[in-house]
């Protein structure tokens, strides 16, 4: 089984391999054999990008020596965000060079590039989607010209961590129709950062097919790697994959199984 591991804003590759430690361990030893990429976004950031800190702690919890990241730019309100379509450029790459890829597995930020990924990974119908919603109107988000040649299957799941969605009109044939990947859901009930509208929005546009969860901790934002969220995410995987690394679901009958229901 081969994974793509996309982080958040602020982080890159390595500290999330770090971070994702306990998680890939446990997975290790439920999928002998197992790989991984970590791919760095694009934009490198400065301690000035970073909007959760105060100007007095900014040297002393972020210096600019260190390599942070990001998918896309919070600076500027646009749409598409800066970087967004560079950066799907970059999984393009990715996905040729690395893949084929079984499924993702993606944190806050990376979340929005994990799903799209996902969308794009459907190939005719997407495309026909993005057709007639630019037909709709020209503002809507351009289809990456690098998907265009793209020859992979779709995704078998993805976990998203802290999930995000583009929440515009000019995003809409990235999820309508729905897109067919699994997805188990991790939500932070104390996460001061996706808020409960944003929340909600990522559920909603992001339902996936049977054997999709939504797994509430409660935890803030981040990666809950305690034991009970870690074998969640392994089991997840196990009861689609099962041990041949085949899919064990249906997509005839789009039915979304929560595990937990959001207050």
């Known amino acids: 089984m081969k994974l793509l591991m996309l ?32 791919p760095d976004g694009p934009i490198h950031l400065h301690t000035s990008d970073i909007p959760e800190h105060g100007d007095r702690t900014l040297a002393a919890d972020c210096p600019d020596e260190l390599d942070l990241r990001a998918w896309f730019s919070l600076r500027y309100a646009q749409d598409p965000p800066g970087g967004l379509l560079q950066s799907l450029d970059v999984i393009a790459e990715v996905l040729k060079a690395k893949g084929p890829f079984d499924g993702v597995i993606a944190f806050s930020q990376g979340t929005v590039i994990a799903s ?30 690098s998907f265009l040649e793209i020859r992979h299957l779709p995704f078998k799941f993805a976990i998203l961590y802290a999930g995000r969605v583009g929440r515009g009109n000019f995003y809409d044939w990235w999820y309508n129709p729905r897109i067919t990947t699994p997805f188990c859901h991790f939500v932070g009930l104390l996460d001061p950062t996706v808020d409960h509208e944003e929340r909600d929005a990522a559920l909603r546009k992001l339902p996936g097919y049977p054997g999709s969860r939504i797994i509430v901790h409660a935890g803030t934002h981040h990666v809950p790697t305690d034991k009970v969220n870690v074998d969640a995410a392994a089991a997840f995987i196990l009861t689609l994959l099962g041990s041949n690394h085949k899919p064990a679901f249906s997509a005839d009958q789009p039915v979304l199984s929560r595990r937990t229901m959001i207050a």
Do not use: I
Not at 116 to 145: D, I, M, N, W
């Open 7 to 38: 982080h958040g804003y602020t982080q890159n590759g390595d500290v999330f391999k770090r971070k994702l430690r306990r998680l890939t361990n446990r997975l290790d030893q439920a999928f002998p054999g197992v790989t991984y990429e970590w």
């Open 116 to 145: 799209t990924v996902a969308a794009l990974l459907q190939g005719k119908s997407r495309h026909q989607a993005f057709r007639k919603a630019r037909e709709g109107s020209l503002e809507c988000v351009p289809y990456p010209e």
